[in-house]
């Protein structure tokens, strides 16, 4: 099964940016649907985007626009550029990998995310 690392998280002003990152060991990187998930104190983690293998991208209607998916399938990470951040940002971000062949999910440890003045 494999293992993520998320880095990148931080406390960043309203408007600002930040990019995310996760690091995939364990397992062939290329068999995984990737994504990121968030969440916020009091509510459901939820999905923030997801990037197939092939590099089909999907996203949250709250970060279109605003937020980018990508990975690199020869350094197996996969990575979250969010721009125009506001104080709704405010969560810990999880990356997830769902094993295309089964369905089988991991997590990683999640990055906190503050967007504050």
């Known amino acids: 099964q494999v293992q993520l690392v998320e880095s990148g998280g931080g406390l960043v002003q309203p408007g600002g940016s930040l990019r995310l990152s996760c690091a995939a060991s364990?397992?062939?990187?290329?068999?995984?649907?990737m994504g990121w998930y968030r969440q916020a104190p009091g509510k459901q983690r939820e999905l923030v985007a997801t990037i197939t293998s092939g590099s089909s991208t999907n996203y949250a209607d709250s970060v279109k626009g605003r937020f980018s998916i990508s990975r690199d399938n020869d350094k197996n990470t996969v990575a979250l550029q969010m721009n125009s951040l506001n104080s709704e940002d405010t969560a810990v971000y999880y990356c997830?990998?769902?094993?295309?062949?089964?369905?089988?999910?991991?997590w990683g440890q999640g990055t906190q995310v503050t967007v504050s003045s």
């Open positions: 364990g397992s062939k990187f290329i068999l995984y649907t």
């Open positions: 997830n990998a769902r094993r295309i062949l089964d369905g089988v999910v991991s």
